[in-house]
């Protein structure tokens, strides 16, 4: 018996540090050294590695990471375009446009909005690819408020209710946050939905498990890490609260938020609208009462994108095609027309 009971101790053991070295290699493939290694499993994660100088982002402690302003056309507060004065032209008014990388195009619909208000205001991209309505606001309170826009323009994705969507692994590739594996797994009534919240096998084991035993949703965006938040009331519930930052923060500088919503291409899917349309449309839905709640413009390109091609002005399911970013230009042109935020 004595020996029945050394062997299964010692198999126990065995097997504890079997999985104690695959959570360790999961975590030095995603974290680069042991150091952070460590510092993660003690402390908590840390959003994302930390990249060095010479990429063409950088770690920072409250962002994340931002663009670096050693690469070119990157400015000293890390968005790209020339130095911001602190003034501004007389009798021009200031846009700032804080957004993912839907606004980031250098010649995108953010320029050729700025194009059709030349002379009467200027429009400044500060858009950040990966970037979550988190980070948006915090570079926004941080960088932007200084410059004292007359409006700040928030450019929504569905894929934005995170503190964190993306992180970086150390060779610098962008991978899921895993705060954004998290929001896959059960929110409630999962016994073993602690585990996940420490360890990096328990969480890919866990996905796999779910892979394998549940019915595939036909809804897509039910089943990836990045845009299921869009559909959760937890991920609305973070939203609000930035929001609602961010609008104190333009009320305190006297200026106007409006916010523009943009679709993510299976809601144009007949196929599912006529099995759910509410469901579907929930995220525009929500949004729009956020905003009408709070007395905010909103423009939904849902409705837009829908008249004038759908799903092939979104290629990739996310982005704006050529004629996207045209057709979105006139709208949010006419939607600031209709706000009275400028003359036709």
Request: hydrophobic share 45%; aromatic share 10%; glycine share 8%.
């Amino acid at each position: 018996m004595k020996k029945i009971i050394f062997a299964l101790v010692a198999m126990g053991l065995a097997t504890l540090f079997a999985v104690g070295l695959v959570e360790v290699y999961l975590r030095y493939q995603v974290l680069g050294s042991f150091s952070a290694v460590w510092t993660g499993a003690v402390r908590g994660d840390v959003p994302y590695a930390n990249l060095g100088s010479k990429k063409w982002v950088l770690n920072d402690p409250e962002l994340g990471y931002r663009l670096n302003p050693a690469e070119p056309e990157i400015n000293s507060i890390g968005i790209r375009g020339d130095e911001i004065p602190l003034e501004k032209v007389s009798g021009v008014q200031r846009i700032i446009v804080i957004g993912d990388s839907v606004a980031w195009p250098e010649k995108g619909f953010v320029k050729m909005l700025g194009d059709k208000l030349e002379g009467r205001a200027e429009v400044i991209n500060a858009a950040i690819p990966g970037y979550t309505t988190h980070q948006e606001r915090i570079l926004f309170e941080r960088e932007l408020v200084k410059y004292k826009p007359d409006l700040v323009i928030l450019q929504v994705c569905l894929n934005d209710n995170y503190h964190f969507l993306h992180r970086f692994d150390a060779r610098g590739g962008m991978i899921w946050a895993r705060e954004a594996e998290r929001a896959l797994l059960p929110s409630e009534g999962d016994p073993l939905a602690l585990l996940p919240n420490w360890s990096y096998l328990a969480v890919r084991i866990r996905l796999a498990y779910m892979r394998m035993t549940r019915t595939r949703s036909r809804f897509p965006w039910d089943s990836t890490p990045d845009f299921v938040a869009g559909w959760k009331d937890e991920g609305w519930e973070l939203f609000r609260s930035e929001f609602d930052q961010i609008r104190a923060a333009t009320e305190s500088i006297g200026s106007r938020l409006s916010v523009v919503v943009f679709p993510f291409a299976p809601q144009f899917r007949t196929d599912l609208l006529e099995e759910d349309r509410d469901y579907v449309l929930k995220p525009q839905r929500v949004l729009k009462q956020i905003c009408d709640e709070a007395s905010v413009p909103f423009l939904d390109m849902y409705r837009v994108i829908g008249e004038n091609g759908g799903r092939d002005l979104l290629p990739d399911r996310i982005h704006l095609s050529e004629e996207g970013h045209v057709i979105a230009a006139d709208a949010l042109y006419e939607h600031l027309v209709q706000t009275q935020f400028v003359n036709p």
